[in-house]
């Protein structure tokens, strides 16, 4: 599977993103997916991950009650509404696939990513 990940851009800190992901096959439902993130000079972390019908969720502590995961199977689409953002969340976002049934926060246990958008939330 192909993921495109867009929808970053630069915002005050307060405001609100909402990141889109398009992927690409027939079997989209099939597959977990996940946003993460990499600030410079950082390491990949979790950010979100929703189950193949979007009905079980999961988030980072960073994020939760902040931002929220969505899917649409038809559209074949992730989503990460991202509010109340502040400089730390500053960081390249990628959305990744795993061709599994549970949710997973490990980066190693995703199997295609995408490109990633890049997110700067200024002071």
């Known amino acids: 599977v192909q993921l495109q990940a867009f929808g970053g851009g630069l915002v005050k800190a307060g405001g609100s993103l909402r990141l889109s992901c398009a992927a690409s096959?027939?079997?989209?439902?099939?597959?977990?997916m996940g946003w993460f993130r990499q600030a410079p000079g950082k390491e990949r972390e979790f950010v979100a991950a929703?189950?193949?019908?979007?009905?079980?969720?999961y988030y980072a502590g960073s994020v939760k009650g902040r931002f929220t995961i969505s899917r649409d199977n038809v559209k074949s689409s992730v989503y990460l509404q991202m509010n109340s953002l502040n400089p730390e969340d500053t960081a390249f976002y990628y959305c990744?696939?795993?061709?599994?049934?549970?949710?997973?926060?490990?980066?190693?246990?995703?199997?295609?990513w995408g490109q990633g958008t890049q997110v700067t939330v200024s002071s």
């Open positions: 990744a696939a795993r061709a599994g049934t549970y949710i997973s926060t490990g980066v190693e246990q995703y199997d295609y």
């Open positions: 096959g027939r079997t989209f439902s099939t597959y977990v």
């Open positions: 929703i189950g193949w019908s979007g009905g079980s969720t």
